[in-house]
């Protein structure tokens, strides 16, 4: 398995735009994170799905975020409108039974 | 609500020192441990993973212990290498797979 696909890995939008992130999970794999990384804040979770099922979606900071897992090999982080602050680089992970498996990450730059 | 805490910050010490990187949690009640490295621009490679029932696992120069009554897990890495240079991060894993990170070790092994 290649692991965990996420895309596009570099980012760069104006304020105002959509920006769409893409996670491809490990097959068979049954749960998926997104995440978000910056200086200040470290790892924080979004949100989690089990299932292609949005299970705990507390950590979206705001309504401009939203996420979707349509089907077990493909999930989607929006934002919008972007916003300078959102800049970060956002990860996707994986898991099974055992260990969890992270993307390379999409770094977003909002200008 | 879980709060996972990483000592020290930062680590500077030289080629083939052995060397201890502490991670405390405040909830005992999880499910796993996982120890993560991270390398400048990339994305987080596991390294070890400790089921809640495991004392300790080992992987070449690393070893993690975990004692799950005082909330704490160590890595130990035997006779560093400058290779080993990276931000490390220990992740519990609680009810629905999720992670909670600490804020991670950034080690710096001089030639």
């Known amino acids: 398995d290649a692991g965990v696909i996420q895309s596009p890995r570099h980012e760069v939008t104006e304020m105002g735009q959509e920006v769409t992130l893409r996670c491809k999970p490990i097959?068979?794999?049954?749960?998926l994170f997104w995440y978000r990384q910056t200086m200040m804040r470290g790892l924080e979770l979004l949100i989690y799905f089990n299932n292609n099922v949005p299970i705990d979606d507390s950590g979206m900071p705001e309504d401009r975020f939203s996420a979707k897992m349509p089907n077990a090999s493909f999930s989607t982080l929006k934002i919008q409108p972007s916003e300078p602050r959102d800049s970060a680089v956002y990860f996707c992970?994986?898991?099974?039974?055992?260990?969890?498996?992270f993307g390379q990450g999409t770094r977003l730059t909002v200008v | 609500k879980q709060e996972v805490t990483q000592i020290p910050a930062a680590l500077s010490v030289p080629e083939g020192e052995n060397l201890v990187l502490n991670c405390s949690f405040t909830?005992?009640?999880?499910?796993?441990l996982q120890w993560f490295r991270q390398d400048p621009g990339k994305g987080l490679t596991s390294l070890l993973l400790i089921q809640s029932s495991q004392r300790e696992q080992t992987s070449g120069r690393l070893n993690a212990s975990l004692d799950k009554s005082s909330g704490r897990s160590t890595l130990y890495i035997a006779a560093s290498q400058p290779g080993d240079s990276a931000t490390y991060l220990c992740?519990?894993?609680?009810?629905?797979?999720?992670?909670?990170f600490g804020g991670g070790t950034r080690l710096m092994v001089k030639p």
């Open positions: 097959s068979g794999h049954d749960y």
């Open positions: 992740a519990v894993i609680e009810a629905g797979n999720m992670l909670t």
């Open positions: 992970a994986s898991s099974g039974l055992r260990e969890a498996f």
């Open positions: 909830d005992s009640a999880i499910y796993n």
